[in-house]
C-alpha cells in the first residue's frame, strides 16, 4: 500500500506536535556511548570553552541531512538517495555496502556494550555481555518486523527518558549559566588542555557529525514514516528542527558535567563508565541512577 495515500498532513499544532517522530528515532540512532565520552572529555579539558562547536557541527548536519532529506521527498525520479547516489556512478552502491557493513559492525559493537553496561550497572544482575546479547535479540526482532510506528512510540518514551536523565543530572551538580553563555558565543580557542589540542577536537568534533555515515539514515525513517512527496517537506523541516534541538540539549548536558565535574579537578575519562562513577560520588546513588537510566 502507498503510504502517501494514508498518511495525511496536520492541520494544527497539536497534530504537528502528535505527527513529529522520524527526527527524534534518528537523535537515539545517532547517540551513542561514544558521543557521551567525547562530550564528557572535552568538557573536562577545556570546560565550557568550546560550546560552539559542538553547535556549529549539529548546524552543519541539519543542513546537511536537511538537503538529503528534500531530495528525498522532491525528487523528480521520485528515489531515495542512495538510489540517486548509484545513478550518478555504478561504484556508489559497492563502496556505500563496504562502508555501512564495517561502520554497522563497529556502531552496533559500542552501543551493545553501552546497553550492556547501562543495564547491568543500573540494577545489578547479571554480567554485561548478558545484556548485550539481550539487546541484540530484541534489535534482531524489530529488524524482521515491518514495526516503525511501534519502533517510534518506544523511542518517544526513550528520549523523554534520556532528556530528563541527562538534563537532570546537569542541573543537579550546579551548571554556571555565564560559563554556558560565553562557550556558545565567545568562539574562542583556548589553549590546550589534556592530552588533544583545541584545534583538533574541533576540527574531529565537526567531522565526526556533520560528515557521518549515518546521517544517510534519517530520509529512510521519513519513508517509513509514510512521507512521500513535495507536501511532507514542511512537516518534515520542522520534525528535524526538533530533533536537532533535542541532540543540542542532550549533548550540552553531557558537556557540562564534564565542565562541573573534571575540568575543575584536572581529571579525564576513558570510558562511559567513569562519568556516572563522578556523578555517584557527587551526587550520591540517586544521580549515579539517574544518569544510568538514560
Given amino acids: 500500500m502507498n503510504n502517501d495515500s494514508v498518511t495525511t498532513l496536520p492541520r494544527t499544532f497539536y497534530e504537528y506536535v502528535r505527527s513529529f517522530g522520524p527526527g527524534l528515532v534518528v537523535v537515539l540512532t545517532w547517540l551513542g556511548a561514544g558521543d557521551i565520552v567525547e562530550m564528557g572529555i572535552a568538557g573536562g579539558d577545556f570546560g565550557y570553552s568550546l560550546m560552539w562547536v559542538l553547535v556549529l557541527a549539529i548546524a552543519m548536519r541539519f543542513l546537511f541531512v536537511s538537503l538529503i532529506a528534500k531530495y528525498q521527498l522532491c525528487n523528480q525520479h521520485g528515489e531515495g538517495v542512495l538510489d540517486g547516489l548509484a545513478r550518478l556512478h555504478p561504484w556508489y552502491a559497492p563502496l556505500l555496502l563496504a562502508a555501512a557493513f564495517v561502520l554497522g559492525h563497529l556502531y552496533g559493537a559500542y552501543m551493545t556494550r553501552g546497553v550492556g553496561e547501562a543495564c547491568a550497572n543500573l540494577t545489578g544482575i547479571g554480567q554485561v555481555w548478558q545484556w548485550a546479547v539481550l539487546s541484540n535479540v530484541l534489535a534482531l526482532f524489530l529488524v524482521f518486523q515491518p514495526a516503525y510506528q511501534r519502533v517510534e512510540a518506544v523511542f518517544k518514551v526513550l528520549l523523554a527518558l534520556l532528556s530528563v536523565s541527562f538534563a ?21 580557542m583556548p589553549e590546550q588542555s589534556g592530552k588533544f589540542g583545541p584545534w583538533l577536537i574541533a576540527v574531529g568534533m ?16 521519513i519513508e517509513a514514516k509514510g512521507w512521500r512527496g513535495p507536501k511532507f517537506r514542511s512537516l518534515q523541516f520542522y520534525d528535524f528542527l526538533l530533533a536537532m534541538i533535542v541532540m543540542i540539549i542532550l549533548n550540552l548536558a553531557i558537556w557540562t558535567l564534564g565542565a562541573e565535574l573534571l575540568h575543575p579537578k584536572h581529571a579525564t575519562i576513558r570510558e562511559m563508565d567513569d562519568l556516572p ?18
Fill in 168 to 188: 537532570g543530572t546537569a542541573i543537579w551538580v550546579g551548571p554556571n549559566p555565564a560559563g554556558i553563555a560565553r562557550g556558545l558565543i565567545s568562539l574562542e
Fill in 206 to 221: 565537526i567531522g565526526a557529525v556533520g560528515g557521518s555515515l549515518m546521517n544517510l539514515v534519517y530520509p529512510y525513517f
Fill in 277 to 294: 562513577r563522578l556523578l555517584s560520588e557527587v551526587l550520591g546513588r540517586g544521580g549515579h541512577a539517574l544518569f544510568y537510566c538514560g
